[in-house]
């Protein structure tokens, strides 16, 4: 145990980082406590710097499908980092990852490696306007694809959680091109290119609205957007940093049967390590240097121990594993959904595979206008309620939890009783 405790912590940190944290929404602001300062984590469980277990429903926001210092992960990193930490010159791993993701995602023809979501995402819009010669790219509010300037307008995630979703230090003349339009409004974005024809470059989209709560593509949505991309000129980008090999064994784009022209893709595949990656049609990632113009680069990018780390985690994922996530995932929703009937609450479940969020509103959310109609004092006691009682949650109703396969359905099963106990103290 450390021999601070976890205020003494938090009241050291804020002298020299700001806030505290490295990351806004770890910061607990919006459920009113201090955050928790983690000491250890295995399989399913976390322990705080006071000695606290819980059950974790964040998963380092996704990436740990396996769970926790899964022991195929932490022996390739161990064993990767004894061969040396960083080359910033190719290495066989690389191509077995690049190769494992082409295989995996049908859209995906190539692969370039980048040390994060965000980068995927800066490099992807910068790829889609290079290949169109275009500038306007279409986002959707409440959509959060990393903190690149371009993303921020409307963003979800931090940036709604904080109430700044369009950030101050963004120039207006960065943003002018980022036109937004509601998740699930195909006429809007219909509108947008009518607007703006020939100058679309490209849409980008979460197939699973995932930083906004859990808000999923409405029947036609995707396949509309598709579509519209196809007919107007413009690449059309999922953003899978949460999706990804999460929803599904080809992400949200394997779930819903879309082919888009790019994909991005974050921590997942380096089995949480930080790393991420942009693929997809042969012809669109060619214009990469060094084979095209189109200038991107990172001396960290491809890193031996995340690639490691992410050839563990991805070949351990198969249709059992999957099977068995869905399984206590569901065991999860019918329990909450049980929860809700028994209290006469008329909150929202909504989940897409293993990513679920509940929102505190009476209407079912499709947008971002509606998840922000949610009742958020009611969520922060929710959340703190639920934290009292060992359950780890995201503490933001603007983000999803995850489960995981290390989850037991005793587990679940805990977290269903916590539930209830929870919502009753805010009622
Ligand atoms: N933006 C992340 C969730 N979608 C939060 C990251 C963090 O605070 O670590």
């Not at 740990?64 to 960083?86: D, K």
């Not at 909150?347 to 998840?371: H, K």
Request: with cysteine; charged share 15%; proline share 6%.
């Amino acid at each position: 145990m450390n021999s601070q405790s976890n205020s003494q912590l938090m009241a050291e940190a804020r002298e020299v980082i700001p806030g505290g944290v490295n990351s806004p929404v770890r910061a607990f602001g919006p459920v009113g406590i201090e955050p928790r300062f983690i000491a250890r984590a295995a399989g399913a469980r976390l322990w705080d710097v006071e000695g606290k277990e819980y059950i974790d429903f964040v998963g380092s926001w996704g990436p740990l499908i396996h769970g926790h210092a899964y022991g195929p992960v932490v022996e390739a990193v161990c064993q990767a980092a004894g061969r040396g930490t960083s080359f910033g010159a190719p290495t066989a791993a690389e191509v077995q990852l690049a190769r494992l993701v082409c295989e995996r995602v049908g859209s995906v023809e190539m692969v370039r490696l980048v040390n994060s979501g965000t980068e995927a995402t800066m490099t992807a819009v910068r790829l889609a306007r290079a290949f169109t010669s275009r500038s306007k790219i279409i986002k959707f509010i409440g959509g959060y694809h990393g903190h690149a300037d371009t993303f921020l307008v409307k963003a979800g995630s931090g940036a709604a959680t904080l109430g700044t979703p369009t950030s101050p230090g963004v120039p207006k003349e960065v943003v002018a091109d980022s036109l937004t339009a509601e998740f699930n409004d195909l006429e809007a974005v219909r509108l947008l290119f009518k607007a703006n024809a020939g100058q679309i470059a490209a849409v980008i989209v979460e197939p699973v609205c995932g930083n906004a709560g859990v808000i999923p593509p409405q029947d036609g949505f995707l396949q509309g957007l598709r579509e519209l991309s196809c007919s107007e000129g413009a690449v059309l980008i999922f953003d899978e940093v949460m999706t990804g090999f999460r929803v599904g064994p080809s992400g949200a784009q394997g779930l819903f049967g879309i082919t888009p022209d790019l994909t991005t893709f974050g921590k997942i595949i380096g089995g949480g390590l930080p790393i991420g990656a942009i693929g997809g049609r042969a012809e669109i990632m060619k214009q990469l240097a060094p084979v095209g113009p189109v200038y991107q680069a990172g001396t960290l990018s491809g890193n031996p121990i995340a690639v490691a780390a992410g050839l563990a985690s991805l070949r351990a994922l198969d249709s059992e594993l999957y099977n068995k996530i869905e399984s206590l995932t569901s065991r999860l929703e019918n329990g909450f959904r049980d929860n809700l009937a028994k209290l006469s609450l008329p909150f929202q479940f909504q989940r897409v595979g293993s990513m679920a969020c509940l929102f505190f509103t009476e209407q079912p959310v499709i947008n971002y206008a509606q998840a922000s109609s949610s009742d958020t004092e009611r969520f922060a006691a929710y959340f703190r309620a639920m934290l009292e009682r060992g359950i780890y949650l995201p503490p933001s109703q603007f983000e999803a939890f995850f489960i995981s396969a290390a989850h037991s359905p005793q587990d679940i099963d805990l977290a269903i009783e916590a539930n209830l106990g929870a919502l009753r103290t805010t009622t």
